[in-house]
Nanobody, 121 residues
Framework: QVQFVESGGGLVQPGGSLRLSCAAS????????MGWYRQAPGKQRELVAG???????NYVDSVAGRFTISRDNAKNTVYLQMNSLNPEDTAVYYC???????????????WGQGTQVTVSS
């Protein structure tokens, strides 16, 4: 069984920083692309940042230059460093990964449980 556990959300003032982590555990053969999504109240879930197994990254325009996605393949963990946060970044943040479990012949998309990020003074 594979699961992803997120941590690092919370309440922060505008201009502040937070670092999200998402660690995978279980019977994993390989993790391919990983990413962070967010969903604000009344809005659709959107991709914030993605990272390939080789380290290539992409960002939604609204966070480029402020957020940094990274991964530690040895720890099966993906991170999201968020700087210069503003109230528009308030949302539930979800990690996402394309995983090939041990003994499986195909990959499966897994999601974390979500962590709340609130930016407010």
């Amino acid at each position: 069984q594979v699961q992803f556990v997120e941590s690092g959300g919370g309440l922060v003032q505008p201009g502040g920083s937070l670092r999200l982590s998402c660690a995978a555990s279980g019977s994993i053969f390989e993790i391919y692309d990983m990413g962070w999504y967010r969903q604000a109240p009344g809005k659709q879930r959107e991709l914030v940042a993605g990272i390939t197994s080789g380290g290539g990254t992409n960002y939604v325009d609204s966070v480029a230059g402020r957020f940094t996605i990274s991964r530690d393949n040895a720890k099966n963990t993906v991170y999201l460093q968020m700087n210069s946060l503003n109230p528009e970044d308030t949302a539930v943040y979800y990690c996402n990964a394309n995983v090939k479990p041990l003994g499986w012949g195909r990959t499966i998309i897994f999601w974390g449980q979500g962590t709340q990020v609130t930016v407010s003074s």
